[in-house]
């Protein structure tokens, strides 16, 4: 028993043992199973699946017709939540897009228009000049310049009335649950697991209960955009009031603050500058779902991208994602300089109005300037469509063009990866027995972090076959593992070029910066295109996508090595080649293995989206849950895919920690 004990904590030959069983098993083993009649130990047993899908579907049924809280329905409640929601996004909307009207329908009668374009793009150069200079006043109002000027305004107003909606209602939301967590520790433990899911399910699981509970529309939509854009707001929020230094603490305490005083005037105050990182994600994170959530009903520049992937039209695709694009950058940019934004000095009171704020006097002015011009001047109010331009007939063009000239090489390399990859690791995974899965992912996890890690990923894993999604999280699994090894063999060396070369991390960065802003979906418009539908595709997709981690962290555990370890190095005669792999990496370890976590989580992302192009995964589950509604089968779906990032997260957590410790050891 020591001996075996000895074995598996060896740390080459655990590995290999595994994994050669592993192969063995999935490779030889099937044909005897199938001889023997025996297919239960590859599938497992149907009269043992839990039907936990039908339970969840029948669940929301009867909270949707049925259930009763105190004195009214859970219906009403859903409708009280809706219009909580609905009117200031209707006034929004109106404000931004469609102009106030009074009546319904054929009777409306238009009472103001909306704000014009001129006077928005003022509105952004006066918040980025106030936020920081002229530099960033220029780059917002060109942004927003460029969505009129190509003709995306109207959707882009749309899409920006959402965000303006469902940031603050998120940001209010994750500080309120982060405050929470912050004075009640048992409350902290109950939340996190639930953030965990909320952060791993995919985003389609979240639009079927949604869906069934808030019907299809807006609201819909700007629910399911703060079920996943508020979590990184708690966690940060939460994080932020931890780390307020214990002498300003102690500060407030001595001052005679009350409970409500030392939240509000000492620690929320002192946090603010990590609190303003967590709206920025929720900016982004709101952003990055605009698409998505036009799958229920959420209109804008999200829908544009959606139509034209449905229709193929590469042209009209990229440039509604690109002007989502423009606006993230203008939004990010402005809402980072507001983090770094100094405190204003304090002005005297007798100075006058325009004195004080003379930003919001001006803006006023040229709101209500814009707007009586725009009576007579329809150049005002609208932008002159005959001065748009487009870019659509160019890419479809040069897409047209490529297919032409280079489709026998796009199909021999798509050839190759289906042959030489794709194929054979898809047989090995695909014929992995469910037990032979539990056990290996239980021993694995069980190496890295212990018993409790072990047995929480062979939970997982058993909840994996019991639900029915054996076959199809293998599939999941061999994709994503692929997509991965290949986007991690291209991002590490790129990212310890760019950490060893200031001019090329410029240029990687900028590159990294693009693919990261641009919408999932727009991946799939030219990959389509260019390689039609199927895994390959989804491959490519799915690089593309999640290649920027591997990057970004590579770069970054280069660049934070000690310099005193690589003059060290130097000294004792080491080659570049050497300085590399046994001084650098090393070091770097920490670092990559975070990369290869957040690698894999972005996959996991994506392949949900690449169901869209043919995949056979559980991601495919995911989507036809949505178009049929069905509750339960989506959010089982949802959860194995969850249940595959959790554990993947957690035994890359504890390398990484691991890895730490022996760093700082030696």
């Not at 193929?312 to 994602?321: T, V």
């Not at 003379?358 to 001065?387: D, E, K, N, R």
């Not at 929480?456 to 076959?471: D, E, H, K, N, R």
């Not at 995949?615 to 959010?635: P, W």
Request: glycine share 8%; charged share 10%.
């Amino acid at each position: 028993m020591n001996a075996l004990i000895r074995f598996f904590r060896a740390p080459w030959t655990f590995w290999i043992a595994l994994l050669l069983i592993t192969w063995t098993l999935s490779t030889w083993s099937f044909p005897l199973y199938k001889a023997l009649d025996a297919r239960w130990i590859i599938r497992f047993p149907s009269q043992l699946q839990v039907p936990l899908d039908v339970w969840l579907t029948a669940f929301f049924k009867w909270l949707q017709n049925d259930a009763d809280l105190f004195f009214f329905t859970f219906r009403d409640l859903t409708r009280f939540l809706s219009s909580l929601i609905e009117w200031p996004y209707d006034q929004v909307r109106a404000l931004m897009a469609d102009g106030f009207e009074s009546g319904q329908g054929s009777n409306a009668v238009e009472i103001a228009p909306p704000l014009s374009w001129i006077a928005v793009i003022f509105i952004l150069i006066a918040l980025g000049r106030y936020a920081r200079d002229w530099w960033l006043a220029a780059l917002v109002g060109g942004c927003f310049v460029y969505l009129a000027v190509f003709g995306q305004w109207d959707s882009a107003m749309v899409t920006l009335s959402s965000v303006i909606i469902a940031v603050p209602i998120g940001v209010a939301l994750g500080l309120g649950i982060g405050i929470l967590t912050y004075r009640l520790p048992w409350f902290d433990r109950l939340i996190r697991p639930i953030l965990d899911l909320m952060q791993t399910v995919p985003v389609f699981a979240y639009l079927v209960p949604v869906l069934v509970l808030f019907g299809f529309g807006p609201v819909a939509a700007l629910i399911a955009t703060l079920i996943y854009a508020t979590p990184p707001m708690v966690r940060i929020a939460s994080l932020a009031l931890k780390s307020v230094p214990t002498e300003v603490v102690e500060a407030g305490r001595i001052v005679g603050c009350t409970e409500r005083q030392m939240m509000w005037r000492v620690l929320v105050p002192s946090a603010m500058p990590t609190l303003m990182v967590g709206v920025n994600q929720v900016i982004m994170l709101t952003l990055n779902m605009v698409i998505i959530a036009s799958m229920i009903g959420a209109g804008g520049l999200g829908f544009d991208v959606l139509s034209a992937l449905r229709r193929l039209d590469i042209g009209g695709g990229i440039e509604a994602g690109v002007a989502i694009v423009v606006m993230a950058i203008a939004l990010d940019r402005l809402s980072q300089a507001f983090v770094r934004r100094p405190p204003s000095a304090i002005l005297p009171a007798n100075l006058g109005t325009l004195r004080r704020h003379p930003w919001l006097v001006t803006t006023l002015v040229v709101v209500v300037v814009t707007y009586l011009l725009g009576l007579f001047l329809p150049a005002v109010q609208s932008y002159p469509a005959a001065l748009t331009l487009t870019t659509g007939t160019f890419w479809s063009d040069a897409m047209e063009w490529i297919n032409i000239n280079y489709f026998d090489t796009f199909e021999a390399v798509k050839s190759f990866f289906l042959t030489v990859l794709l194929l054979p690791v898809k047989r090995f995974f695909s014929g992995i027995p469910w037990a032979w899965g539990i056990i290996a992912m239980g021993l694995a996890a069980w190496r890295v972090g212990g018993w409790r890690l072990g047995l929480m990923a062979a939970l997982m894993t058993t909840f994996i076959a019991a639900s029915g999604f054996w076959a199809k999280a293998m599939i999941t699994i061999y994709l994503c593992g692929v997509s991965v090894l290949i986007a991690y063999a291209i991002g590490v060396p790129l990212g310890i070029w760019a950490g060893q070369n200031t001019r090329v991390n410029s240029v990687v960065g900028a590159i990294m910066d693009t693919l990261q802003t641009l919408p999932s979906f727009v991946y799939l418009i030219p990959v389509v295109m260019l390689f039609r539908v199927g895994d390959f595709s989804a491959m490519i997709a799915i690089v593309l996508y999640a290649l920027a981690p591997a990057v970004r962290y590579a770069a970054h555990g280069i660049r934070s090595i000690d310099p005193q370890m690589i003059e060290a190095g130097l000294v004792s005669g080491c080659t570049p080649r050497q300085l590399l792999w046994r001084v650098k990496l090393p070091l770097a370890a920490p670092s990559l293995l975070l990369g290869l976590n957040q690698t894999i989580m972005l996959a996991l992302s994506m392949l949900v989206i690449t169901a869209l192009v043919g995949t056979r995964d559980l991601g495919q589950e995911v989507y036809i849950a949505l178009t049929k509604a069905d509750t339960g089968h989506g959010i089982v779906a949802g959860l194995c895919v969850a249940f595959i990032a959790i554990i993947a997260d957690r035994i890359l957590t504890a390398l990484s920690k691991s890895s730490k410790q022996r760093v700082e050891a030696a």
